[in-house]
């Protein structure tokens, strides 16, 4: 494979520039088989660590993905959930804010979705919805707030926000989370082929809206807030990753690689039986041996 999902990795330590991100690595019909053998594997060593992950119960994982519309985010989920253990994982969609999410701080809707630890939780979407539709609508401009949190320049109310995350990142890195980020990095006309088969397929009109349209029309502005996002948001301990999604076969290879990388980077173990407890195994052994 010629792109690995290393080279999709974003740091801190280089700069991303959305403009020099594929949104394709152009793979062959040949490779194709091969993506989805190996997303199998990475499916059975994904069910192998969450099992461990949830009985080791001292690490917690976040999983956010974050794109424009139709870019797979759905599937890649359906993809990812299919090698979990449900009772281990949970999904959460952040749409639209209702009226009381509106009322609190942006952090407080996706602080109410942290796993315990030994769980993880996927975000369809998440808290960066709000350094990204919200600066490209200019939405910021009406939320209900006092003059000293919104009277500063566009920059300096979202270089604000960059902070915040990061430290809200940090935080939970320092109380046992990773955060795993991922960009499903989808272009413009592959969009608009995935938004036509979901007019023309009646099966996906539900998914169809036309705001759809309204954003993808924005989508400079879109991009340059994913670059400005990722730029100030990608750190050690809370990387991006930049996928080219318009081969979905291969965008979730690589999402299922990022996975099991995470997973095994946080190395979970079962407990171990203190030798005490050993004992008391072996004389329930020999009671319904005797049986
Ligand atoms: P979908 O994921 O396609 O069902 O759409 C959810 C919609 O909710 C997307 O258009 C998002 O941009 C929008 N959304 C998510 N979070 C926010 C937010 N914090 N503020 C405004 N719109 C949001
Ligand atoms: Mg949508």
């Given at each position: 494979m010629t792109l690995t999902i290393e080279?999709?990795?974003?740091?801190?330590d280089r700069t991303f520039r959305i403009a020099d991100a594929p949104t394709s690595a152009h793979m062959t019909k040949g490779d194709r088989a091969k993506c989805t053998e190996l997303t199998d594997e990475n499916r059975v060593v994904m069910g192998e660590l969450q099992d461990r992950l949830y009985a080791d119960g001292r690490e917690g994982l976040v999983i956010l993905l974050q794109a424009m519309d139709a870019a797979g985010k759905d599937s890649t989920i359906r993809h990812v959930m299919s090698g979990m253990n449900p009772q281990g994982i949970d999904?959460?969609?952040?749409?639209?804010?209702?009226?009381?999410?509106l009322a609190h701080d942006y952090l407080?809707?996706?602080?109410?979705?942290?796993?315990e630890r030994?769980?993880?939780?996927?975000?369809?979407?998440?808290?960066?919805?709000?350094v990204l539709v919200v600066r490209v609508d200019g939405l910021w401009h009406g939320y209900?707030?006092?003059?000293?949190?919104?009277?500063?320049?566009?920059?300096?109310?979202?270089?604000?926000?960059?902070?915040?995350?990061?430290?809200?990142?940090?935080?939970?890195?320092?109380?046992?989370?990773?955060?795993?980020?991922?960009?499903?990095?989808?272009g413009l006309d592959e969009q608009r082929k995935r938004l036509l088969a979901r007019i023309d397929d009646e099966s996906k009109n539900w998914k169809f809206s036309a705001s759809d349209l309204a954003e993808r029309e924005h989508w400079d502005a879109y991009m340059s807030a994913y670059e400005a996002a990722i730029n100030a948001t990608a750190t050690k301990h809370a990387p991006w990753y930049v996928v080219p999604a318009d081969q979905k076969w291969h965008a979730r290879y690589l999402v299922s690689q990022a996975v099991v990388n995470v997973l095994k980077d946080m190395d979970p173990h079962y407990p171990e039986?203190?030798?005490g407890e050993k004992d008391e195994l072996a004389a329930c052994k020999a009671?319904?041996?005797?049986?």
């Open positions: 080279d999709c990795r974003y740091a801190g999904v959460y969609g952040f749409k639209q804010p209702t009226a009381r999410e407080w809707r996706a602080a109410r979705c942290l796993p030994g769980k993880i939780a996927l975000f369809n979407r998440s808290y960066y919805e709000d209900r707030m006092p003059k000293r949190c919104l009277d500063c320049s566009e920059d300096e109310f979202f270089s604000r926000r960059f902070g915040q995350i990061r430290d809200f990142e940090e935080h939970l890195y320092q109380n046992g989370y990773h955060v795993l980020k991922i960009f499903l990095n989808v039986v203190p030798a009671r319904l041996l005797k049986e």
